[in-house]
């Protein structure tokens, strides 16, 4: 079955520490996304990549970094700058805006939590 | 850029009552409207969209409205279930090339269905 994939499915992270989110699909998506969660919030748009070797910020970028070098992945690093990580991450894909097949795929998400 | 305010974030409803959620949106540019539902721990999941050339669509007890002059849509869940317990999100885009297909995310709703 076509899906994503995020790994892991909790993390721990100890200050000063920067860490890797790994998000995988195989649904041959062009577009890929982050989004960050907090208890009772919405979702908050952290990078997206409409094709690889490109990406943006979208509303909460700083202390993320991300890539895309192939299409099927594009991790998230979290790094130390990142002053409040705590939080549920989720990554999603979505086909071309001209495709017949709309809304996005989510992943199962990260629990991510600073010890 | 896009804003998608949602109302109400809390909603409780007895067994077999109705659930409305409403939305309304900043950006005149925006044509597709979809709606996620999430439960515990869990990714959202699409649940019904709509485009700005549709006014309703309905899947099973679910319909989805749409009012372009005054910019909201709204959820309607009939016959409701304690299996529809989840929070329920709204989102909008504009589904061109140039934007890809960025959603911007309401806040949610949180619904309980009181059996």
């Known amino acids: 079955d076509g899906g994503i994939t995020q790994s892991p499915k909790y993390l721990f992270r100890k200050e000063g520490q920067n860490v890797t989110l790994s998000c995988e699909q195989n649904?041959?998506?062009?577009?890929m996304y982050w989004y960050r969660q907090d208890p009772g919030q919405g979702l908050r748009l952290i990078y997206y990549?409409?094709?690889?070797?490109?990406?943006q910020k979208g509303d909460i970028a700083e202390g993320y970094s991300v890539s895309r070098e192939k299409k099927e992945s594009f991790p998230l690093t979290v790094t130390s700058a990142q002053k409040n990580p705590t939080a549920f991450y989720l990554c999603?894909?979505?086909?071309?805006?001209?495709?017949?097949?709309?809304?996005?795929?989510f992943g199962s998400g990260t629990r991510l939590t600073v010890v | 850029g896009e804003n998608v305010e949602q109302h109400p974030s809390t909603l409780s409803v007895q067994e077999g009552d109705s659930a409305v959620i409403k939305c309304t949106y900043s950006d005149s540019a925006s044509n597709y409207f979809p709606w996620y539902k999430q439960e515990l721990g869990k990714g959202p999941q699409l649940i019904i969209d709509i485009r700005s050339n549709v006014g309703e669509k309905k899947d099973q007890r679910i319909a989805v409205t749409l009012n372009k002059t005054a910019k909201h849509f709204s959820l309607h869940i009939t016959e409701t279930q304690p299996e529809d317990s989840a929070v329920y999100f709204c989102a909008a885009s504009k589904r061109i090339k140039a934007a890809g297909n960025k959603l911007t995310f309401g806040g949610g709703t949180r619904v309980l269905v009181k059996p």
């Open positions: 990549s409409q094709i690889v070797n490109d990406f």
């Open positions: 649904l041959n998506h062009d577009a």
């Open positions: 999603a894909s979505s086909p071309p805006p001209d495709s017949m097949v709309y809304g996005y795929t």
